[in-house]
């Protein structure tokens, strides 16, 4: 079992609508969860990042982390075009520990 | 104010050669850090180098090394290549050791044929 699991999708919506995100984790060790935005050709960018269990919203974006069932979210509202990108969740012990756990990454395609 | 830099964009290699990767952090960042992102895949963990030193490395066999300089910039060097390391090779910087903060570099596309 690998330690993040993310559908690659893809995953195609019309502009406007509520597009939901997720993985699920293994290692319950995992404090900071975080997501990134990778457009092509580009680095990945940090979105938002979590610690612990909870919610955060900012803006569009709300990241929710349910860490009893290890289990993370990302809900986007009013997706636009300029969304499309490919979604990475990513998770780490917190600390000194430097590396970062991603998952395979969703593909998201808003279309006008 | 200039982000995190690497070069070259694009490397084609033979399988048996070695490569240079380079990466210029962002400034005010000391700690660079190194993933492997193949197609279709979320980028490894390759090492981290905080103050010229390996501090953390991920399961990537001793082929692939690495250095930081003074400047805190950094290089990743594979040798005997594979044709499995083809794959998008991304650079982080970070102040301090720790998986928060980070900026990534647009990477480096190493083809190996």
């Known amino acids: 079992q690998k330690e993040v699991e993310q559908d690659p999708g893809p995953l195609s919506v019309p502009e406007g609508a509520i597009v939901s995100l997720n993985c699920t984790y293994s290692?319950?060790?995992?404090?900071?969860f975080m997501w990134y935005r990778q457009y092509s050709r580009k680095g990945p960018e940090l979105l938002m990042y979590?610690?612990?269990?909870g919610n955060k919203e900012d803006g569009r974006f709300t990241a929710q982390v349910d860490k009893s069932s290890k289990y993370i979210s990302l809900f986007i509202r009013d997706s636009q075009p300029s969304d499309s990108a490919t979604y990475l969740c990513?998770?780490?012990?917190?600390?000194?520990?430097?590396?970062?756990?991603f998952g395979k990454g969703t593909k998201l395609s808003v279309k006008p | 104010d200039a982000g995190v830099t690497q070069s070259p964009t694009h490397l084609i290699k033979t399988r048996g050669q070695q490569v240079t990767l380079r990466c210029s952090p962002k400034?005010?960042?000391?700690?660079v850090s190194w993933y492997q992102q193949a197609l279709g895949q979320g980028p490894q963990f390759i090492f981290q180098?905080?103050?010229?030193?390996?501090?953390q490395r991920g399961n990537f066999p001793d082929r692939f090394s690495g250095h930081q300089f003074p400047n805190y910039s950094s290089e990743l060097n594979v040798n005997a290549l594979l044709l499995g390391d083809s794959a998008l090779y991304l650079c982080?910087?970070?102040?301090?050791?720790?998986?928060?903060?980070?900026?990534f570099g647009s990477g480096t596309r190493l083809t190996v044929v």
């Open positions: 979590t610690y612990s269990s």
């Open positions: 982080a910087s970070s102040s301090g050791q720790g998986a928060l903060g980070y900026t």
């Open positions: 180098y905080y103050e010229e030193e390996e501090r």
């Open positions: 290692n319950s060790a995992f404090q900071y």
């Open positions: 990513a998770m780490s012990r917190g600390g000194s520990q430097g590396n970062l756990i």
């Open positions: 400034s005010g960042h000391d700690t």
